[in-house]
């Protein structure tokens, strides 16, 4: 399948693997690339610049495919070093850079100098608009389904993303509740590019997470997934589990009185336990709601591969079919 998507990445397939905390190593972007879709290394999960450079070292060695890094930007009181990572990013031949959080335009020039190419993630279209502005080749857009943090607007896929098709000139890909051939179909009537998956991308064999976090998702349903922290506004999406519920109790019982710190326990430094050592109930970690879609762990070629292949019979068959073609 050819798109605006495939063409700017060069690569075969219109299927990215967002950025994800202590899930996006080398062994995982390796394993999407490979198979003909966009591999990327979640860049802070590197405690340094250095060992950011040794891990995109260790992800050519696995791949020459394209591959590319994310690079998620915080507010934060003590800031990662984000030069340094530029540099590691540079220096280490990557083509493509996924940014998300804050507005990226502090770090364009170096990236644009460089040649790299830039997508944005954005959860609603002003940000989508401002983020073509600035210059960005494309971007993101992660509707309220999404793993991970949906904003504060709460507006669902299949009204966003035909937002973003009636404004945006660049081209975009759909994120957030996309998992297989249904998802990338729709995303492309609704006017995206392509389809950008995280949770989905969890559940593979090649994700170098623990077997529980894999077997949680598969036994996960669309019914349990939790919104945390909207009191602060950094609202997440996480998987529901006893921590959860215990943080969500915090909230409510704290009101507008809610600070960072009385949730520290629940959120702050969990994602080693849960992804690395398989400790389901540390803490909340992000999910999406299209968890509710995952019932087995492929490999990342047999996944990538089937979305292609079934989107194909989706059309020709089923929406051709329709129309008496
Ligand atoms: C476990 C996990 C960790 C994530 N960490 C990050 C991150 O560090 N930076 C980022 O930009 N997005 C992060 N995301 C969001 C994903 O890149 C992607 O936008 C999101 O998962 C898409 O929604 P989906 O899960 O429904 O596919 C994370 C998502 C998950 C599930």
């Not at 299949?158 to 759909?174: H, K, N, Q």
């Not at 559940?203 to 529980?212: I, R, S």
């Amino acid at each position: 399948m050819k798109t605006r998507i495939t063409e700017l990445f060069a690569i075969q397939h219109p299927i990215m693997q967002g950025g994800m905390h202590f899930v996006g190593f080398a062994e995982l972007a390796a394993a999407v690339s490979n198979a003909g879709g966009l591999g990327i290394i979640t860049g802070l999960t590197q405690k340094t610049p250095e060992k950011l450079a040794a891990e995109i070292a260790r992800c050519r060695a696995m791949t020459d495919k394209p591959f590319g890094v994310n690079l998620t930007f915080l507010p934060s009181v003590s800031q990662p070093d984000y030069p340094g990572y530029i540099r590691a990013i540079i220096e280490g031949g990557v083509q493509i850079v996924e940014t998300a959080g804050n507005n990226p335009a502090k770090w364009l020039p170096a990236l644009k100098d460089a040649g790299i190419k830039v997508i944005h993630k954005c959860t609603s279209v002003r940000h989508a608009l401002k983020a073509e502005a600035i210059g960005c080749d494309a971007v993101s857009v992660d509707g309220f389904e999404c793993g991970g943090h949906p904003g504060e607007d709460d507006v669902p896929n299949f009204i966003l993303l035909p937002r973003a098709a009636e404004e945006l000139t660049i081209p975009f890909v759909a994120s957030g509740g996309m998992a297989n051939a249904r998802s990338l179909v729709a995303a492309l009537a609704c006017g995206a590019d392509g389809i950008n998956m995280g949770t989905r991308f969890i559940a593979t064999v090649e994700a170098p997470v623990h077997a529980n976090v894999k077997q949680a998702l598969v036994n996960a349903s669309e019914l349990d997934t939790r919104l945390v922290m909207r009191p602060l506004r950094n609202t997440e999406r996480v998987l529901t589990n006893p921590a959860v519920e215990r943080l969500l109790e915090k909230e409510r019982a704290l009101g507008a009185a809610l600070r960072f710190e009385d949730i520290i326990e629940e959120v702050a430094g969990v994602y080693p336990r849960i992804m690395m050592e398989g400790d389901m109930d540390a803490g909340a970690w992000s999910c999406g709601m299209v968890a509710g879609l995952i019932h087995d762990i492929p490999t990342c070629k047999a996944l990538i591969e089937g979305i292609m292949a079934d989107a194909e019979t989706l059309v020709r068959g089923r929406l051709l079919g329709m129309l008496g073609g």
